[in-house]
């Protein structure tokens, strides 16, 4: 089975100070990895996806995620937050049969002060 | 920009009571998702359509909950009896294909009392 494990549910950070979103994910096969982000009351937003290829990923809004196999971890940063950034983020796996059924980790809710 | 839409946004019923969703996916996806997310947790997948055919419903409780796609394009998720619960946001995503990348609705948050 595959899972998905995000360390921190609620991360804060100064703006323009680097953001870090951890994320480990288990799976037996080679995983497709996603990171979402939602703003309150809405649905969920792509931000960026590793499939196959370079494991440095760069997304939307500046923020990119590294694929460490060695690690299983997914791991997704921004050089600099903005107050706009503030949200929660969401990693996810793919199916290990590629159905495309996405199992999400438990969130993180970035906070953003000025 | 093409989007998913859903309806209601919000609904408010007493347990007991039957429910429904309604789900719009982009034009030309063939495969359509509808995620359960209570508050303070990630989605988990109820059902996955494939053009009008279910893929997978193990996640679905079956017993109150039931979905259909019957045209393969707009797609409605009913809860009879409502359970207190059920409480959640409901989201419905679709993609052009198993696969590939879904793309989420706004979501209905559902508040039985």
């Known amino acids: 089975a595959q899972s998905v494990t995000q360390l921190g549910s609620h991360v804060s950070v100064s703006e323009g100070a680097l953001v870090l979103l951890r994320c480990n994910y288990s799976?037996?096969?080679?995983?497709?990895l996603f990171w979402y982000v939602q703003y309150p009351n809405q649905g969920l937003q792509l931000l960026l996806k590793?499939?196959?290829?370079?494991?440095l990923v760069k997304g939307i809004n500046g923020f990119e995620a590294e694929f460490k196999k060695s690690e299983t971890s997914f791991h997704l940063t921004k050089p600099s937050a903005h107050m706009s950034d503030a949200a929660e983020y969401f990693c996810a796996v793919s199916g290990s049969s590629n159905t495309g059924k996405l199992i999400f980790g438990q969130g993180t809710t970035l906070q953003v002060k000025p | 920009e093409a989007e998913v839409a859903q309806s209601p946004r919000y609904k408010i019923t007493e347990k007991s009571q039957a429910v429904a969703f309604w789900c719009d996916p982009i034009?030309?996806?063939?495969?359509l998702y509808w995620y359960r997310q209570i508050l303070g947790q990630g989605p988990e997948l109820l059902v996955q359509?494939?053009?009008?055919?279910?893929?997978?419903d193990s996640q679905l409780p079956k017993d109150r909950f039931s979905a259909e796609r019957l045209k393969g394009v707009d797609s409605t998720l009913k809860i009879q009896p409502a359970e207190l619960g059920d409480s959640a946001m409901y989201l419905c995503a679709s993609s052009l294909d198993r696969g590939e990348t879904q793309y989420f609705g706004p979501g209905t948050r559902l508040l039985v009392l």
């Open positions: 034009s030309g996806h063939a495969t």
């Open positions: 359509f494939q053009d009008e055919s279910v893929v997978d």
């Open positions: 590793y499939t196959t290829g370079a494991t």
């Open positions: 799976s037996s096969v080679p995983p497709y």
